[in-house]
């Protein structure tokens, strides 16, 4: 991210699935960069699973922030579950995720987050002037309509193995990771 001018700031431990992340703050949005840290807990969790099958330094999922998880997991059938970390200033972060199991199998669906009252937008953990502009996704165009619902995310799709292709930024910043032969210019 330092290739890019992009800082990123310390975020917190998952005890229960045996990650950690570090937040890069896009003011509403953010990039999270996780990782393993205790390899038997992550092989015990869905989400620490995911985690680890995932190629280093590659995107392997997104998600998309709701006000009303629950109307959305009863619309697409899916679990909500909760989860929390304590943050590097010690506050409890907390949230609420649908759609981790089906977004896992199919990349290119993002999975929900709900954040927990009073909980602050690990975006917002730092002034943050760079913006997403597009994020640039590979699979079925009205699978992701229809998991979606209506919505004005910056989202472009082509056809093809689903997957997250890369992220354009304000700045002209562009974070293509490992490309299809067929990606997206």
Known sequence: MDDHG???VEGGRHPAWG???RIVPLGDAYLE???????????????????????????FGWAVRTDDIDAVA???????????????????L???LAGTDEAAAEPFLP????????TPLPGNVAQ????IEELR??????????WLGPHELPVTIRAGMPTVIGLALSGGICLPWKRPADALP
């Open 6 to 8: 992009l800082a990123s």
């Open 74 to 92: 009863a619309r697409l059938g899916i679990e909500v579950v909760a989860g929390s970390r304590v943050s590097a200033s010690g506050a409890l």
């Open 33 to 59: 960069l996780i990782a393993v840290v205790n390899e038997a807990t992550a092989a015990r969790s869905a989400f620490g699973r995911w985690v680890a099958a995932a190629p280093q330094g590659q995107p």
């Open 94 to 96: 907390s949230w609420r």
């Open 19 to 21: 990650t950690a992340n």
């Open 111 to 118: 999975f929900f987050i709900e954040w927990g009252e009073g």
């Open 137 to 146: 996704l590979m699979g079925d165009a009205e699978r992701l309509a229809a």
């Open 128 to 131: 943050a002037t760079t913006r």
